[in-house]
C-alpha cells in the first residue's frame, strides 16, 4: 500500500475505501472539494449505510431506461441509504512533512441526508493540498472508512501562474457509458491535470429516468450520480465549482413556483446547496492568479417566468445579481474575463427554445449583456445546457461564446441547430468537454472528446480558438 508519509505516520492512502470494519458508515458517494479560493476550500462528504451503490435496482445496466416520461421508471430511494456517524477532514500543504491540521469530529444527520460541508480556512495560495476523510459510528474510536483526496488552490492575483481549467455540463443515468464506472468523461479528464473544473449545471436530470418527484427520490439520484466510479474518482481530486440548471433544480425550463410532483422549486433550490459544496451565494466570481478571473451567474433562482412578454423587466439574472455582474467585471484588471454561464447569451440556439438570453424570451436582457460585455478586453462567455460543442462570434458586437458540451457522445439527444456561418467558428455535434489553458499571458480554448481515442493518451481535440485581443 503506497502512501504519503507526514512526519513518519502514514495517514493519506493513495486509493479510496480504506474500510477498516465491516458495519459502516462508508463513502459510497465519494467525497467533492469546491469553492477553492487562496485560502479555503470546502470538503463535501455524505456517510453512507453501504460500501457501494446498489447498481441492480436501476435497469440501465439491464434493460435500458424507457424515455417517455409517462412509462418511465421512478428512482429508487434506497440505491445509496445514508447513515449517521461522524465524520472529520484532515488536510496538509502536498509533501510538507508535518502533521497535519484535523476538523473536529462532526455527527450527520438525517435532516441533512447525512451530509456535512466542512469549511478549511487559512491556506496558502497557489499551493497543492492532500487531505484525508475519516469516518467512524458515533461515539466510536475505530475508524469505519478513510478516502484520500488532494486539490490546488488559488494563486494570488499578482501571481502570473499557468491555469488550466475544464468545463462540462449535462449529464444523466441515461448517458452512462461504462456502466457502474459512470461516465468515461471524468477518467479522461484526469489526464489533463487540470487546476479546477466547472459543471455549468444539469448534473441530473430530475425529469429524466429514473424520474425524482419528491425529496427522497432526489437525494437518492444525487447520491447515485457521484457513485459511479470514474465520476467519484475525479472529484476527490479536482476541486469544483457547481452551478445548476433547470433538470437539476426542479424540470425542463422551470421557474420559481413551479412543482414537479411533490417536488417544490424550494425544495428543489435547498436540495442543490445540501448535494454539491457551496458557499453564500450561487452566484459567485474567483480570481486564479494574474491573468484568470471567472464569474458563474445564477439562471433559476431570480429569473422571470417564461411565460410574461419580454422587455426591460423582464429577467433571468435578477437586478441584483446583474449589477454585481457588471460591477466586478468591470473593476477586474485580471488579463483574461471568463463568464461561465448555465444557458446561451449569444447562440445560436436550436429552434423551439425560449429559455435563455440568445432566445426571443429574453432578448432584451440579452442584448444587454452582449453590449456590455463587448465593452471589456478579452472577455469571453462559456455556456453549457446545450447538448452540442461550438464556438460562436455575436455578428453585430463580437461576443465570443463557447459551448463545452454535454459529458459525451451519448448525451446528444434532444437534436441541434445547423451550422450557421454568420455565428459559428466551430460546430459539433458531439459532447464531451472544454479545456481552457492560459499560460504567460495567454490563452486557448480546446473542445475535446470524452474518451481517449489514440495512443498519445490524451483525448481527442475536435477544435482549438486561440483567446486573445479583439
Not at 474500510?19 to 462528504?45: C, F, H, M, N
Not at 502570473?160 to 479528464?189: L, N, W
Request: aromatic share 10%.
Amino acid at each position: 500500500m503506497k502512501s504519503l508519509l507526514v512526519s513518519g505516520v502514514a495517514l493519506f492512502y493513495f486509493y479510496a475505501g480504506d474500510a477498516r470494519a465491516d458495519s459502516g458508515p462508508y463513502l459510497a458517494s465519494g467525497i467533492k472539494i469546491g469553492e477553492v479560493d487562496q485560502t479555503s476550500a470546502i470538503v463535501w462528504v455524505r456517510l453512507t449505510k453501504e460500501k457501494r451503490a446498489d447498481f441492480g435496482k436501476l435497469p440501465i445496466f439491464t434493460k435500458g431506461l424507457k424515455r417517455n416520461e409517462e412509462d418511465a421508471e421512478s428512482m429508487p430511494d434506497d440505491v445509496v441509504p445514508g447513515m449517521a456517524g461522524e465524520v472529520r477532514v484532515g488536510y496538509v500543504p502536498t509533501n510538507e512533512k508535518r502533521v497535519p491540521t484535523w476538523t473536529a469530529w462532526t455527527k450527520v444527520l438525517p435532516e441533512n441526508d447525512f451530509i456535512h460541508q466542512f469549511k478549511l480556512a487559512d491556506l496558502k495560495p497557489g499551493a497543492s493540498y492532500s487531505c484525508l476523510v475519516q469516518v467512524r459510528q458515533t461515539g466510536s474510536a475505530k475508524i469505519s472508512t478513510t478516502t484520500n483526496g488532494g486539490f490546488k488552490t488559488a494563486p494570488e492575483k499578482s501571481q502570473g501562474e499557468p491555469v488550466r481549467f475544464i468545463v462540462t455540463t449535462c449529464q444523466s443515468v441515461r448517458s452512462i457509458d461504462s456502466g457502474a464506472q459512470g461516465h468515461v468523461a471524468y477518467k479522461t479528464m484526469l489526464t489533463l491535470d487540470p487546476h479546477f473544473f466547472v459543471h455549468t449545471g444539469d448534473i441530473l436530470y430530475y425529469d429524466k429516468a429514473p424520474l425524482c418527484k419528491n425529496i427522497k427520490q432526489a437525494r437518492a439520484k444525487w447520491g447515485l450520480i457521484f457513485a459511479y466510479e470514474h465520476n467519484m474518482n475525479f472529484h476527490r481530486q479536482v476541486s469544483s465549482y457547481f452551478m445548476k440548471d433547470d433538470h437539476d433544480t426542479l424540470k425542463n425550463d422551470c421557474w420559481p413556483g413551479q412543482t414537479y410532483g411533490d417536488l417544490t422549486f424550494d425544495q428543489g433550490l435547498k436540495i442543490f446547496r445540501e448535494q454539491v459544496p457551496m458557499g453564500k451565494e450561487t452566484y459567485r466570481t474567483i480570481r486564479w492568479g494574474k491573468d484568470v478571473q471567472i464569474w458563474m451567474t445564477e439562471h433559476r433562482d431570480f429569473r422571470t417566468s417564461n411565460r410574461v412578454e419580454d422587455g426591460p423587466e423582464k429577467t433571468i439574472l435578477g437586478e441584483e445579481q446583474k449589477a454585481w455582474l457588471m460591477k466586478t467585471m468591470r473593476e477586474s484588471d485580471a488579463t483574461h474575463k471568463f463568464l461561465i454561464v448555465p444557458g446561451p447569451i449569444v447562440g445560436p440556439d436550436k429552434r423551439g427554445k425560449n429559455d435563455n438570453h440568445s432566445n426571443k424570451g429574453f432578448s432584451h436582457e440579452g442584448q444587454q449583456l452582449r453590449d456590455f460585455l463587448a465593452t471589456l478586453k478579452n472577455t469571453y462567455v462559456i455556456c453549457g445546457d446545450r447538448h452540442w460543442q461550438y464556438c460562436s462570434k455575436d455578428p453585430k458586437t463580437g461576443v465570443l461564446e463557447m459551448g463545452c458540451g454535454p459529458v459525451n457522445d451519448q448525451h446528444m439527444f434532444g437534436g441541434a441547430p445547423k451550422l450557421d456561418e454568420t455565428y459559428h467558428r466551430f460546430f459539433g455535434q458531439k459532447g464531451g468537454f472544454l479545456a481552457v489553458t492560459v499560460e504567460d499571458g495567454k490563452a486557448k480554448a480546446e473542445w475535446m472528446s470524452a474518451d481517449i481515442k489514440d495512443d498519445t493518451g490524451k483525448p481527442e481535440v475536435r477544435h482549438t480558438e486561440l483567446l486573445g485581443s479583439k
